[in-house]
């Protein structure tokens, strides 16, 4: 009797699939997985431990490979395909959309790539050569090239009959785009309007403007236009403007998703394509690097607490409270780095405004400066029973939170002018200031008016 594999959770299909394999069972685990769906399949493979992956993808029917491929994350996909003969790999491609096909082979070294490119036909090689040639994270990086073209001059019936012989129609197709003998871009033609348009209506009085996007265009920017504008799918132009392909909402949600997930990993230093199974010595490699610029501040930080020693060494209730300071001041700072870096984003800052911006975060950090320090001063004084060491703390306090303002307000916009990424780095560049400043503010403080 055949096994039927019902709808079960992916922990549980995991967990299933594993146990077969581990028992011998091969045929049992491929009956499982023959009846996943690609996305399914992308999830297992992404939650199983390195060395399971390969065993779960050669169970895999072939003619799913590309789909499941498209699924995957970069770091698991590539494991894969280093494991595949370039035919194999090129036979999967070939079923690729232009978007997925040309992220792929970017994410592969060069020399794989390159093999790979030489495998394909003509049409394949053509399509991802294009993709390619635009920059990483551009519209014309991420389009696909399956957008349906007419010519003017034609009347309703004969686009009609085109589509019928055409047969299927691309994915999230809801426009037809009219073009010249250049292949210029005239227009659009909505399908809602050209299935309920008399059969002998000229294509000319249908077509209307489409906001064109040019394939320079940074893929966050494009992000914006969908939701500002509400489309479903936008055609994509060169600098002639000739239609090179077109952007649909699902490659914008996935635009959407990666901008997050790599803002929330860079901040803790990571790649937003981290596999979590990935071999113990591989992610070693990769986080040590991030952990190596932590030490490095926090030693900044220490040569700072350095500098004041002698007044330590004769006031220990200095160290006991030295870390208040700096605390608040990197809480304040990353409150207001995360603000700005989310209106960044969204296109919400820029050079017209920035600067107002600053001004009103220091304003924001000065009145937080006044209103925390009252407080810390008042509990400290009544703490240790000493006026001067909270009149102290209380000014390192107001330093470190106008500080913690203006660099939180200022350094992703710098950076962003510097090309550096503010999500990766902003943070731990913020927490060197706030560590700096409330560290310095306070023993320097306590030195002059304590000692």
Known sequence: MPHTFEAKSSHNQLHDINEALGSGQTELAKEMLHQLQPGDLALLLESSRSRNRLDIWQLIPPDLYSDVLEELSDDVRNGIIRTMLPDKVADALEEMDTDNLVDTLHGLPQEVSQDLLAAMDEQDRARAELGLSYGDETAGFIMNTDAITLRPGINVDVILRYLRLKGDMPEHTDTLYVVDRDDKLMGGVALTRLITAAADTPIESLIKNSEAIPAAMMDNEVASQFERYNWLSAPVVDENNKLLGRITIDDVVDIIREDAEHSMMSMAGLDDEEDTFAPVVKSTQRRSIWLGVNLVTALMAAAVSDLFEATLSQLAVLAILNTIVPSMGGVAGNQTLT?????????????????????????????????????????????????????????????????????????????????????????????????????????????????
């Open 339 to 451: 603000l700005v870096i989310r209106g960044m984003a969204l296109g919400h800052v820029n050079s017209a405004n920035a600067r107002w911006l600053v001004s009103k975060e220091l304003a924001i950090g000065f009145l937080n400066g006044v209103i925390w320090s009252i407080l810390i001063a008042s509990v400290i004084a009544l703490w240790k029973q000493d006026l001067m060491l909270g009149a102290v703390i209380a000014f390192a306090m107001m330093i470190n939170m106008i500080a913690a303002g203006l660099a939180g307000a200022s350094l992703p916009i710098i950076m962003k002018k510097l090309k550096i990424d503010p999500a990766l780095a902003g943070s731990v560049i913020l927490t060197t200031i706030t560590d700096v400043v409330g560290i310095f503010a306070f023993l320097g403080s306590a030195t002059w008016l304590l000692m």
